[in-house]
């Protein structure tokens, strides 16, 4: 079974699919470290990139300055669409090799892509996960975590579908608004299901 899990930038789908996974003995595969693998000197995307923006946001060594990339596209739209543009065949194509890997070797697939219903991947799969967390919350963790500003972790945020509208779309909903006690006993509930759903199919 493939298995997506999606939700908003500072959800938790990170921790939520990592756990998942593990329930399920699972392969993972995480979209985003995808993109950053990409982005690595002399990797595809990196040659992708530099065709288009030259040394603009390379350092010293040739490498992509990823602080300077993530500061300029979460305010700037248009070179975040030409970069996603870049990055994302190159992660289908890998999505798909992946998908290949886990049917030869009869394992579920979790795969973590927080742009799922922006890019249309979802009927892919065979089932999505949508990792809710309060906005609010959402914006806290990013801050924390990236070291940005309230306004540039809500231009982050904006730019991705509201996530009301990826619970309505998703199979299932793992809540990580609160404690991780709760969200881990969720993420129990939701491997139990799948498992049974696996084994009536």
Not at 98 to 107: A, D, P
Request: glycine share 6%; net charge positive.
């Amino acid at each position: 079974m493939n298995i997506a899990v999606t939700g908003s930038i500072g959800s938790g789908k990170s921790v939520v699919a990592r756990e998942l996974g593990v329930r399920l003995a699972a392969l993972y595969c995480d979209a985003d470290q995808l993109c950053r693998e990409l982005l690595e000197k002399d990797a595809p995307g990196w040659q992708q990139f530099v065709l288009r923006w030259q040394d603009r946001y390379l350092d010293a060594d040739g490498n992509i300055d990823r602080t300077a990339l993530r500061l300029k596209i979460f305010a700037d739209d248009g070179m975040r669409r030409q970069l996603e543009n870049i990055l994302h065949p190159l992660v289908r194509g890998r999505l798909q090799e992946l998908m290949g890997q886990s049917r030869r070797r009869g394992k579920h697939l979790v795969a973590e892509i927080p742009l799922l219903f922006e890019t249309g991947w979802q009927h892919q799969f065979d089932r999505v996960v949508t990792v809710y967390a309060e906005p609010e919350v959402c914006i806290r963790r990013v801050m924390a975590r990236d070291g940005v500003s309230s306004r540039q972790a809500r231009q982050a945020l904006d730019a991705q579908m509201n996530i009301e509208k990826k619970v309505n779309k998703a199979d299932y909903v793992v809540d990580n608004s609160e404690t991780m006690e709760k969200t881990l006993l969720q993420v129990e509930a939701l491997s139990r299901d799948l498992k049974g759903w696996r084994h009536q199919g």
